[in-house]
């Protein structure tokens, strides 16, 4: 069971503990769908896990983790391009005019056509 179903959660559906190097990390990935997305950028959310971090960073982190997906894809159909954006810089533009960028194109209208991406969000190659 997933863990939006399970305890009813509206910004993010997994975790999930990892080793690195000697430690445990749990891991998180708020926002992956666009429900997800709205329930994490559109309210306090975002900027309460921004609080949480600068309050603890010796204990806890955050990267971006820019995705090119769709529902269920399996991770080899799944495209991570490096992001050089700050966590608290690409919070802030996906809270703002980037959120557009989110769902903002159908597989098929897409299909075939190469994509680049901007400030974090995808957008059709002029």
């Given at each position: 069971?997933?863990l939006?179903a399970?305890?009813?959660?509206?910004?993010?559906?997994?975790?999930?503990?990892?080793?690195?190097?000697?430690?445990l990390?749990?891991?998180?990935?708020?926002?992956?769908?666009?429900?997800?997305?709205?329930?994490?950028?559109?309210?306090?959310r975002a900027?309460?896990?921004?609080?949480?971090?600068?309050?603890?960073?010796?204990?806890?982190?955050?990267?971006?983790?820019?995705?090119?997906?769709?529902?269920?894809?399996?991770?080899?159909?799944?495209?991570?391009?490096?992001?050089?954006?700050?966590?608290?810089?690409?919070?802030?533009?996906?809270?703002?005019?980037?959120?557009?960028?989110i769902?903002?194109?159908?597989?098929?209208?897409i299909?075939?056509?190469?994509?680049?991406?901007?400030?974090?969000?995808?957008?059709?190659?002029?």
């Open positions: 069971m997933m939006d399970a305890i009813r959660t509206k910004s993010t559906q997994r975790l999930s503990l990892q080793q690195q190097a000697e430690d990390g749990l891991c998180t990935w708020p926002a992956e769908l666009k429900p997800q997305a709205e329930a994490f950028y559109r309210t306090g900027q309460r896990l921004m609080d949480f971090l600068a309050e603890r960073p010796e204990a806890w982190q955050a990267r971006p983790n820019v995705h090119l997906a769709f529902r269920n894809a399996p991770v080899a159909q799944r495209l991570f391009p490096h992001c050089h954006l700050g966590i608290t810089e690409y919070i802030h533009r996906w809270s703002g005019n980037d959120f557009a960028q769902r903002a194109h159908h597989y098929n209208d299909r075939g056509e190469p994509l680049v991406l901007a400030s974090g969000g995808p957008v059709r190659r002029p």
